[in-house]
């Protein structure tokens, strides 16, 4: 069975994000989703996300076409969690083209167009300036 695996922190859930799971979950028959831990959005980003990692997990696990979910710990750990879940096909967004070239030697890597006009800090800016 073909399994791919795709990785996000999916924060404040938006057509983006939903439209990457489709893509990504058409490429085989097990779609398997990292989602990035809080601690992680913490050092990458230097904010925590809104939405807490249960809930992000909690809302991806119940996308349909996703299989799997687990915790993404470590942005360092691709290679492990492609091996662990046995993944043929690692998907993301264009914003990471190139980055995950290197996980070649393991499975197939593919990035898809990023959605456009939407993303979780614009969402957030939107939200703000509503007086
Ligand atoms: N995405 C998209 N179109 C958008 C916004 C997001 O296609 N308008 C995609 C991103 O390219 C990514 C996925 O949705 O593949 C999740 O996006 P984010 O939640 O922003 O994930 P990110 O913080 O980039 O974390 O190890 C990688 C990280 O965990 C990715």
Redesign the pocket.
Known sequence: MKTVI??????VFHI??L??LLKAGALGERLVV?I?SDSLNQKKKGRSPLYSQEERMAIVSNIKGVDTVFL?ES?EA?ADYILYHHAHVLA?????AGRFDHLRSLCDVVY?P???S???TSIIEIAKSVP
């Open positions: 795709t990785f996000g922190t999916f924060d983006g994000h439209n990457i990292g990035s993404e942005l691709k993301m967004g264009d914003d990471w898809f990023r959605t456009p939407i993303s979780t």
